[in-house]
């Protein structure tokens, strides 16, 4: 019988949860280990078979096959499932083997087609040194094929079911026959159990992986003579290596293929056929022609090329050093998803992605051409630019990378080489995102360290760490350093180990000090100090125009751009607050504290509950309020008089109980004073949310220690 979700075996070990599968030896279960709640398969023979006159040797054959896999799991195979149990209950045999997360090579091949040859030779590799394995311990799988291979996340082929394994030098002949015609040879319907069937279920599973397309069954090559398609008639671009080892181990008689794994693999070659396309090259049948290489980085190769309308277009793929690459197939599979999330960020200010395509092996990515200078050239040639130039540009690209994180996006590689200045127009257009990846907030992931040193922030240092928008800040924030100071800043690691980041303005005075303090947050060392997002970043900045948003004019011409003022040394553009450092914010805000328990102290006899409660909660609404409203320009002005508004909206709650007495007046005007100082440091900093906590906190607190001083210092008590 079929065991149902919820059955039980060996006293609720374990715990049957879905049926896998049925095939004509054996059915398959998910189940639970109830004990180490892990997920397990329960293989046991195929119950419709046990009136069958040869059920008794089928059953003999599982158990000493199961016995002869549980050895194998002593010295475990990274590519063989593991065996964890096999035991016997109500007159069943049952087989526990690790529950393999992924997807067979059968599901991938049918959800994404014909497979890039390097990567289907890395699984048919992996499998054939599995094989290799079961052959040496006396055992055939004959069941090699694309459904019993699983491919896991992280790129690793497992073998599976090994439910019709059998001894190299079999004891007795089955009359059955339970393989996958497809690709299983001629010889194995007659039991045959030579290492050389593995050798041709292998190759034929490769050419499923390599065509998208079942070969023709060895039953019909044998007795009606069909033909075998070669694989390099169905996918051209295939090597000639690949295409004459698929053949040669799919030959219809067992003495004309290598006699083991090992022969076949050595056949097999390695597939790392590297592709550099040459000058005139013509790419989807002539749709774009190369003219040259542009460009080559530690990711990719760029190509000048024409389209078919004779409009200059760039292309762009993986590089030779990647194509030769073990994991090749994983930076193909990012390179694909990544470009095609990065033609959805359109953008004025991102380089725009016009198609996506496959040519042979490679994915390539057609992108617009910007004819302009890179921005790290106009500084190396010009010197540092005038800041509200440097800014216009800054915000900008920041506007475009608020754009890419919305996405899911990181670039992580933003430097001034990959910033491009429009000929002719003051457009900054943000490019090559060759390592861009996505991201998901708050998470630690694995992480490949592609990066340019004095650009990266530490975290991209590391293989494993969390990483956000704030990374493209720092990198942003370092870029701005070296347009206004042409000056590379020192790399993270360095900065690590005690060498420290001058201040922008030290090197060039001209720098307001707004500028100077928004590139220092922006490149603090630890993520956690920097701001959260771009746009965090960006409103420290200050606006790239006075009282302009670049967005909502078209962009300005070169000619246009000149006559923007600049700033002198020792002034700002804004007229805006200074940024307070860590140092001030921890005064004020001992300030807020000193004066409401000063505050609290004094009107403990005099208030209610809800009347000190009110001074709180006005002042600090007021202040948050007032910042909520206010521009740049006229934040002081406006927080002080809001200041004032607070200061007679509490009087106003709480005069009728607290009397009109001098102290009195003078403890809420001097509570809500610091309130209003301290709120002007705090939202340079903070949020407005967390701003509006601290000050609550930190004012009630204060309230608290001034109302119960008396009873810690009795010296205090009133008379």
Request: hydrophobic share 40%; glycine share 8%; with cysteine.
């Amino acid at each position: 019988m079929v065991w149902v979700a919820g059955h039980k075996l060996q006293s609720d070990k374990y715990i049957i949860e879905e049926l896998l599968g049925q095939g004509g030896f054996g059915i398959t279960y998910k189940a639970r280990h109830t004990l180490l709640n892990q997920p397990m398969v329960i293989k046991t023979p195929n119950e419709a078979l046990r009136h069958d006159p040869e059920y008794p040797k089928y059953v003999q054959r599982f158990i000493e096959e199961g016995r002869r896999l549980e050895k194998l799991s002593e010295n475990q195979h990274p590519n063989i499932v593991r065996i964890r149990d096999l035991f016997h209950e109500n007159g069943t045999y049952y087989l526990v083997m690790d529950f393999v997360q992924g997807e067979s090579l059968y599901q991938v091949v049918h959800q994404r087609g014909k497979l890039p040859q390097v990567e289907a030779i890395k699984y048919a590799r992996q499998i054939g040194d599995a094989l290799i394995v079961v052959h040496r311990a006396g055992l055939v799988h004959r069941d090699v094929h694309p459904g019993n291979i699983m491919v896991q996340h992280d790129g690793k082929a497992v073998l599976i079911d090994f439910g019709i394994a059998g001894e190299t030098i079999p004891t007795t002949i089955s009359s059955k026959f339970f393989a996958n015609p497809s690709f299983a040879p001629y010889e194995e319907m007659r039991g045959n159990r030579e290492p050389t069937v593995d050798v041709y279920s292998l190759a034929a599973s490769l050419y499923y992986a390599v065509t998208g397309k079942l070969p023709t069954s060895s039953f019909n090559r044998k007795v009606y003579k069909d033909a075998l398609i070669s694989p390099q008639e169905i996918v051209s671009s295939l090597s000639h290596d690949l295409n004459q080892a698929i053949l040669k181990g799919m030959e219809v008689e067992a003495q004309d293929r290598p006699r083991s794994i090992q022969e076949w693999l050595v056949l097999l070659g390695s597939g790392q056929v590297t592709t550099i396309w040459s000058q005139t090259q013509r790419l989807q049948g002539g749709k774009y022609t190369i003219i040259r290489i542009i460009a080559q980085g530690g990711f990719g190769i760029t190509y000048l090329a024409r389209d078919d309308k004779g409009d200059r277009v760039v292309i762009k793929t993986l590089n030779e050093r990647l194509q030769r690459q073990s994991d090749f197939s994983k930076f193909q599979e990012d390179f694909v998803r990544e470009a095609l999330r990065l033609a959805k960020c359109r953008h004025p200010y991102i380089v725009q992605v016009e198609d996506v395509f496959q040519e042979g092996q490679l994915w390539c990515m057609v992108m617009e051409y910007i004819q302009g200078e890179h921005l790290a050239d106009r500084v190396i040639n010009r010197g540092v630019l005038p800041e509200a130039e440097a800014l216009l540009y800054i915000h900008q690209i920041g506007e475009a990378l608020i754009v890419v994180h919305n996405n899911g996006l990181l670039h992580r590689d933003v430097k001034p080489a990959n910033i491009i200045l429009r000929a002719g127009k003051a457009e900054a257009i943000l490019i090559d995102f060759g390592i861009a990846r996505e991201f998901t907030p708050d998470s630690t992931q694995p992480h490949t360290t592609y990066l340019s040193h004095c650009f990266a922030p530490i975290e991209q240092y590391k293989t494993v760490a969390k990483r956000g928008a704030y990374t493209d800040v720092y990198a942003l924030a370092a870029t701005l350093y070296f347009v206004l100071t042409n000056q590379q800043p020192p790399a993270a690691p360095q900065r690590a180990t005690g060498n420290e980041l001058q201040p922008p303005k030290q090197i060039n005075p001209s720098i307001s000090d707004r500028v100077n303090q928004a590139i220092l947050v922006g490149m603090e060392l630890e993520a956690k100090d920097r701001p959260q997002s771009m746009q965090q970043w960006l409103e420290l900045l200050g606006n790239s125009t006075e009282n302009a948003d670049v967005r909502s004019y078209p962009p300005m011409t070169v000619e246009e751009l000149s006559k923007v003022p600049q700033p002198v040394a020792g002034n700002q553009l804004l007229p805006t607050p200074e940024q307070p450092t860590k140092t001030t914010f921890w005064l004020y805000l001992a300030g807020v504290l000193l004066s409401y328990s000063v505050s609290g102290y004094i009107l403990k006899t005099s208030m209610s509950v809800g009347g000190i409660g009110a001074v709180v909660m006005t002042g600090v609404v007021a202040v948050v309020v007032a910042e909520a409203v206010s521009g740049a320009g006229r934040f002081a002005l406006i927080v002080t008089i809001t200041g004032i508004i607070a200061v007679a909206v509490a009087v106003a709650f709480t005069v009728a109980v607290a009397g009109s007495g001098v102290l009195n007046w003078a403890a809420i005007g001097t509570s809500t004073l610091a309130l209003t100082l301290a709120s002007q440091n705090l939202l340079q900093l903070c949020s407005r949310f967390h701003t509006f906590v601290i000050l609550v906190g930190t004012s009630s607190l204060g309230f608290w220690l001034g109302g119960s001083v008396e009873r810690i210092f009795p010296i205090f008590i009133h008379r």
